[in-house]
């Protein structure tokens, strides 16, 4: 992100840039106003004027460990999934037959470690909302071993492998910068296993997106009560929300 801000800069004049960030790129943006990075990574020096969080991972997110297989059968192309990994299961029955695919999961692992920035954004709700009972082995999934139909090491592995909420949270953002939080409320997203144990925008929670623990400046906060997680960076509403911010 720096190093994108100073070509900005460099090549339009500007003194600083608007930063507006989407889902887990929330996550990232954070981090870079934060300053929470690798030791070879750049400290933030100021240079954005406003940041502005979409659907923003605020407190974290549990939902691929939250919902039993559904993400898994997603994404192993032996059940019928194409989406990318970051799944909870080392193991899944797909009709019938087991297979395993570590590198596809949220763990770093003998495989390698493919997904890092799902693990980053991770952070347990299960005291705040009841984990779904009628989802296929969410117990196991988030909590860890055998179920009916998977394995899974457990949401708390994962966390302990990299989660960087808590981090993000405490090292707090300058109160120099205003951040600007919008985020939707319906859980209606089509194709897709919405967040339904409470209230989201299909996949995050109303909750942690509103969240402003560690900001040191928020200008605003809506929600948006009909929009959806991806209706969040299309829908005529929402954008002229941000087009309004950014004026």
Not at 88 to 114: K, M, Q, R, W
Request: charged share 15%.
């Amino acid at each position: 992100m720096h190093d994108a801000i100073e070509i900005i800069k460099t090549k339009t004049g500007a003194a600083q840039v608007d930063v507006v960030s989407w889902s887990k790129g929330t996550v990232a943006s954070r981090m870079f106003a934060s300053g929470v990075r690798q030791g070879w990574g750049t400290a933030y020096s100021g240079s954005i004027r406003r940041l502005i969080m979409v659907g923003g991972l605020n407190n974290g997110w549990d939902w691929t460990f939250r919902h039993g297989v559904y993400p898994s059968w997603a994404t192993y192309s032996e059940c019928g999934g194409s989406l990318i990994g970051g799944s909870p299961h080392t193991f899944l029955n797909c009709f019938g037959l087991v297979f395993s695919h570590p590198e596809f999961t949220a763990y770093d692992t003998a495989s390698g470690d493919f997904f890092p920035g799902l693990r980053q954004m991770l952070k347990r709700w299960d005291s705040v909302y009841a984990l779904p009972i009628f989802d296929l082995d969410y117990w196991s999934t988030y909590y860890g071993g055998w179920g009916l139909y998977s394995y899974s090491k457990g949401i708390d592995y994962a966390i302990n492998q990299g989660s960087l909420i808590d981090t993000i949270r405490a090292a707090g953002t300058p109160a120099s910068l205003p951040i600007y939080l919008l985020c939707g409320g319906a859980a209606d997203i089509p194709l897709w296993h919405n967040e339904h144990t409470g209230p989201s925008d299909g996949t995050v929670l109303v909750d942690s997106c509103s969240d402003t623990v560690g900001f040191g400046t928020v200008s605003d906060n809506i929600l948006l009560g009909g929009i959806n997680h991806i209706k969040l960076v299309w829908d005529s509403l929402p954008m002229s929300q941000i087009e309004n911010w950014l004026q």
